[in-house]
DNA sequence: GATATTATATGAGCACGCTCATTTAAGGAA
DNA sequence: TTCCTTAAATGAGCGTGCTCATATAATATC
């Protein structure tokens, strides 16, 4: 069974288009593989001949919709603003083009989003960290900074991820508290950015 | 068939060591319920008398390490110590109880330390949460500031959050890259509580 | 003691994510 | 056309966390 590279990328396709459905509208863990490959037109093992797992498919899910917000950041982004500013804006244009996905994004968070440097380099997380973390870089520089240092990407990525955590779970209405951290979130960070470097440092306990 | 009050407890203590055993020496993926229910001496299905899920028994674990975690850190604490000192060193001895736990930690970390509040106060995330929130209030005040807003302990949460889960996935040798974002995160969130004008100092030096 | 009551223990069984030996069919060689 | 090769599709089956109808035994009542 010789199939074109046309009908494969078809049936990713729908894989994705199926699945994005199904979690919008019963969520993660009531939507079964079953059901997607079966929705899709597909036997449930052809499933994992197009993704690894089930979260993969998620995981792609969100990656396109970040993929785009990086655009969609550059074309809204305006030239009077602050730095905070820029960077509340980069990371609230991800969560709009997120929103859709928030009832199941947190199936994701943990795997991909971690703080600490994922062990394998090459999936799909460590592409969207390092798009994301590209951006950053390039508003501090149009800001007038030198490009982060580890621990400086450290921090902020700290700081997203626990946005991201904070937006997941966050119960207003229409996730204002989430706004009102990151801005919060935004602020500390600069302020700490430029307070850096004459810092003493405790001992480990260990 | 009625059980004393004393035999549940016993069985019930049971579960958590044998549980504790195996997680540490084949992780949370690979042990199974069956393997915790036999080795603990009780039928499959026993277990789930005891406790709701697998990671619940995990959740308990966690805080009963956290809980003498409190304990710990009003003896260990200096009369001296400055605020951020006295944050690292709460934190920190968190850290050092729940180290035996670190490679099966991650399993309720999203679950049981979101940032944002979760849905069910009855549970023992929830508790868990209460008294460690509890400590840094009383930490602050005996700093010489009032007991933390709404916002203020959202934001200190999520970098709680940011490095438990930092710390799950440190991979340098003892973690020393956690104590150091440990160390920053603390810096930093003192400087935006001076800085943000909703904590006022009852003894300013000048 | 004998019997009834009932809290607890039990394990067969369910649905799940995922695997893998097998089947299917498209493209090449004759 | 006929056979061969092989990439992709298939679904039975595995081990999992967890449920629930049933079995069991400790206590209450007589």
Redesign the interface.
């Known amino acids: 069974m010789r199939v074109t590279e046309e009908t494969k990328l078809a049936t990713r396709s729908r894989i994705l288009e199926t699945t994005l459905g199904l979690l919008k509208s019963q969520g993660f863990e009531t939507t079964t593989t079953r059901d997607i490959a079966s929705e899709a037109g597909i036997a449930a093992g052809t499933l994992f001949n197009y993704f690894p797992t089930k979260e993969a498919i998620v995981m792609q899910l969100v990656a396109d919709a970040l993929d785009s917000a990086e655009a969609a950041f550059e074309k809204r982004r305006q030239d009077g603003a602050s730095l905070e500013e820029d960077l509340f804006l980069h990371i609230s244009t991800g969560l709009r083009q997120l929103r859709p996905l928030r009832s199941f994004f947190?199936s994701v968070?943990?795997t991909g989003f971690?703080?600490?440097?994922?062990?394998n380099p090459n999936d799909l997380s460590e592409e969207l960290r390092t798009a994301h973390i590209g951006t950053v870089g390039s508003i501090l520089v149009r800001h007038g900074r030198e490009s982060p240092t580890g621990?400086e990407l450290?921090?902020y990525w700290?700081?997203y991820?626990?946005?991201l955590?904070?937006?997941?779970?966050?119960?207003s209405p229409k996730q204002e508290?989430t706004f009102?951290?990151l801005d919060?979130?935004m602020?500390?960070?600069v302020?700490?950015l430029d307070?850096?470097g004459k810092?003493q440092?405790?001992n480990?306990?260990?």
């Open positions: 947190g968070l943990e971690s703080p600490a440097r994922s062990a621990i450290q921090m700290l700081l991820h626990g946005l955590s904070f937006w997941v779970a966050d119960g508290d009102a951290m919060q979130s602020r500390m960070f302020n700490w307070t850096n810092t440092r405790h480990t306990p260990f």
